[in-house]
């Protein structure tokens, strides 16, 4: 082992502006934008960031402040996934970059390790041995 080697400590991957904008709002966004395919299809659409315009966005308590804001913050994917019809493999995948995120974006410390908790348990939860469906019934409850 090389004691020298450091391991990165930002994300590798990174979901579209429009779920970054969510987490920055506080506003719920389905996870799948932080799993695999919804990294992918940002990577993809990267290009067309300078590319698709600006609309304008107010800002402020009373909407007083008026800026240009990126199209791609506001628009949201076709192929996201409900939270719901998520397989666990794709919650388990998502949830450590949707954390990150969260850390990232200035989340008050306590509620990022809510989250990272409730994820630990989830993984290592007793009902992921019952078969067929006890991985889905805790993709359920996550959901609600």
């Known amino acids: 082992m090389d004691q020298r080697a450091s391991v990165p400590t930002h994300a590798q991957a990174s979901p579209l502006p429009f779920a970054l904008e969510k987490v920055r ?17 940002a990577r993809l659409n990267s290009f067309a960031d300078s590319t698709t315009g600006y609309s304008f966005a107010a800002f402020g308590e009373d909407a007083a402040t008026v800026a240009l804001r990126p199209l791609s913050t506001l628009s949201k994917s076709p192929k996201a996934i409900p939270d719901e019809q998520l397989l666990f493999t794709q919650l388990s995948i998502a949830k450590t970059l949707y954390v990150q995120t969260m850390t990232e974006l200035g989340w008050p410390a306590e509620y990022c390790k809510a989250w990272a908790q409730l994820y630990t348990i989830l993984e290592n939860h007793r009902f992921r041995r019952i078969e067929p469906h006890g991985e889905q019934v805790l993709v359920k409850y996550h959901a609600q």
């Open 25 to 41: 709002k506080y506003e719920h966004v389905k996870l799948w934008y932080f799993g695999m395919e919804g990294c992918e299809e």
